[in-house]
């Protein structure tokens, strides 16, 4: 299993959302010059986290991107499945009809019990969760004057 990039880039979005729009809206453009990806895919990533209600909108001039909730209270899994869609390592572990062994198959039974387990890990992560322990590997630069 790979995340994808889209995956990946919208997560280290959402936590940079949630540390610049306590003071002030984020424009696409800044996320896209502070992660250095283009405006065109921040725009591509945005839209569902805006769709999925992760993330609101202000138009004009002190417009930008907001976090619809607090940051303690969405999941990554919320920003994984938002950008993806339902996260199955399998067709069967969401389907089992789609495969005429899953009855009796030992290998389907490890899938969805590894897929369980994968999404309880990323639904008991928060976004401030990761933008905690991003905090605490960022190095603090004092100076002194």
């Given at each position: 299993m790979k995340l994808s990039t889209r995956?990946?880039?919208g997560l280290r979005i959402m936590m940079q959302i949630a540390s610049e729009c306590s003071r002030k809206p984020v424009f696409a453009?800044?996320?896209?010059?502070?992660?250095?990806i283009s405006e065109a895919y921040v725009d591509q990533i945005?839209?569902?986290l805006r769709a999925?209600?992760?993330?609101?909108?202000?138009?004009g001039r002190s417009g930008g991107?907001?976090?619809a909730r607090p940051a303690e209270q969405i999941t990554v899994l919320e920003i994984v499945e938002t950008l993806e869609g339902r996260l199955n390592l399998v067709d069967c572990t969401e389907n089992?009809?789609?495969c005429e062994r899953s009855p009796f198959c030992?290998?389907?039974r490890l899938w969805c019990r590894l897929s369980d387990t994968i999404r309880e890990t990323l639904e008991a992560v928060t976004?401030?969760?990761?933008?905690?322990?991003q905090e605490a590997l960022t190095p603090i630069v004092e100076y002194v004057i």
């Amino acid at each position: 299993m790979k995340l994808s990039t889209r995956v990946r880039f919208g997560l280290r979005i959402m936590m940079q959302i949630a540390s610049e729009c306590s003071r002030k809206p984020v424009f696409a453009g800044r996320i896209a010059a502070t992660q250095g990806i283009s405006e065109a895919y921040v725009d591509q990533i945005l839209m569902p986290l805006r769709a999925g209600g992760l993330l609101v909108s202000r138009r004009g001039r002190s417009g930008g991107y907001l976090l619809a909730r607090p940051a303690e209270q969405i999941t990554v899994l919320e920003i994984v499945e938002t950008l993806e869609g339902r996260l199955n390592l399998v067709d069967c572990t969401e389907n089992p009809a789609s495969c005429e062994r899953s009855p009796f198959c030992a290998t389907h039974r490890l899938w969805c019990r590894l897929s369980d387990t994968i999404r309880e890990t990323l639904e008991a992560v928060t976004l401030a969760d990761v933008q905690e322990e991003q905090e605490a590997l960022t190095p603090i630069v004092e100076y002194v004057i």
